[in-house]
């Protein structure tokens, strides 16, 4: 029955395509984030100091935000800034790592889009749903949210797999994370202009 909503609903099916763009983008940052990691500390334990830290400064900025500028925000601007502010950020984010980011750059470009995630994108991604009866909403978030998201993360992780054989490597990655956040970025903000007018 979720399958059919979402497939019957251009509004459900543009919520799904932007849950495989995040995704995407996502899992791009991550599988990056492992490999530059592990280039840089051979050691398990200052692996896990590293994630550790950056846990800590992602959880601290997503719950400053919360309090103090999610709910400000998304009243000034709207749902479709906090679904697009993120996106727009990793599409410069990408690009300052095809021109030769490092781990330095991509930590704070992980930081970002994971606080930001938090703070706006989930948020934003939620309030979609609310101008949907309870039936449709709890049976077409249960697809998106399962068979939709990871099987978008399965298959970015391929992609990226792909990309890293090239012979950009990294910044083929990079290039191809930016053109994804653009249209991450446009979807968002098309479907919060939508829940708008909705």
């Given at each position: 029955a979720g399958i059919g909503s979402v497939l019957r609903s251009p509004y459900l099916l543009g919520i799904a395509g932007f849950v495989v763009l995040s995704s995407t983008v996502n899992t791009f940052l991550?599988?990056?984030?492992q490999l530059l990691v592990?280039?840089?500390?051979?050691?398990t334990a200052d692996r896990t100091r590293y994630f550790a830290r950056i846990e800590w400064?992602?959880?601290?900025l997503a719950v400053l935000a919360q309090?103090?500028?999610?709910?400000r925000l998304a009243r000034r601007f709207g749902v479709a800034f906090l679904?697009?502010?993120?996106?727009?950020g990793m599409v410069a984010g990408f690009s300052l790592l095809a021109v030769g980011g490092g781990l330095a750059a991509l930590s704070?470009?992980?930081?970002?889009?994971?606080?930001?995630?938090?703070?706006?994108?989930?948020?934003?991604?939620e309030l979609l749903f609310g101008p949907i009866d309870d039936a449709t909403?709890?049976?077409?978030?249960?697809?998106?949210?399962?068979?939709?998201?990871?099987?978008?993360?399965?298959?970015?992780?391929q992609v990226q797999a792909l990309l890293r054989g090239l012979e950009g490597g990294a910044a083929?990655?990079?290039w191809a994370g930016a053109c994804v956040a653009t249209a991450w970025a446009a979807l968002g903000i098309a479907l919060g202009r939508r829940h708008a007018r909705r």
């Open positions: 991550y599988f990056e984030q592990a280039q840089a500390y051979a050691d400064v992602v959880q601290g309090v103090f500028a999610t709910g679904l697009g502010l993120v996106p727009l704070v470009v992980m930081v970002l889009r994971r606080a930001g995630e938090f703070a706006f994108v989930r948020i934003g991604r909403r709890y049976k077409a978030k249960n697809v998106i949210d399962l068979p939709v998201y990871r099987g978008a993360d399965a298959l970015a992780a083929a990655v990079a």
